[in-house]
């Protein structure tokens, strides 16, 4: 079984904070301006990208030196963390879900849908932090094994 590496967790956890910092002045904005100010849409889409991913990584990292088999996807690093009482299952199945949103920014599997992505970042924001708060009590308080 591999060993908690609770520096590289914290160095995560310390971007997950910068990137949900970033985005959460720009989810002010009206859906007018969102739609308008291109270079605006695209620093949130990023920012929802980097979010999706540094927290799945964090996942991924707990998951393994549990000696759970890594989960392959986004969507199942936060089902696992759910299923493995690490995280609330309700947190778990909210933040799953913001995977879809950002394989759909990132690969263009659809057209992007500009409502949906205005609208979800109040609750992404907030899940997130309850999300950075859970994995700093995790990190703090979790035994290097």
Do not use: W
């Amino acid at each position: 079984m591999l060993r908690l590496n609770k520096d590289l967790l914290r160095q995560k956890l310390i971007e997950l904070a910068q990137y949900l910092g970033e985005l959460e002045p720009l989810s002010t904005v009206s859906f007018e301006e969102y739609r308008a100010d291109y270079v605006q849409r695209h620093a949130i889409e990023k920012l929802i990208e980097l979010i999706v991913e540094t927290a799945s990584d964090i996942n991924r990292q707990i998951l393994e030196t549990s000696g759970a088999v890594p989960p392959t996807t986004y969507f199942s690093t936060f089902d696992e963390m759910g299923a493995s009482g690490v995280l609330p299952r309700t947190l778990a199945v909210r933040l799953a879900s913001t995977t879809g949103l950002r394989n759909r920014l990132v690969h263009g599997y659809e057209k992007v849908d500009h409502q949906i992505v205005h609208r979800s970042l109040k609750s992404l924001i907030r899940d997130y932090r309850q999300y950075l708060v859970k994995m700093n009590d995790y990190v703090q308080f979790e035994k290097s094994v």
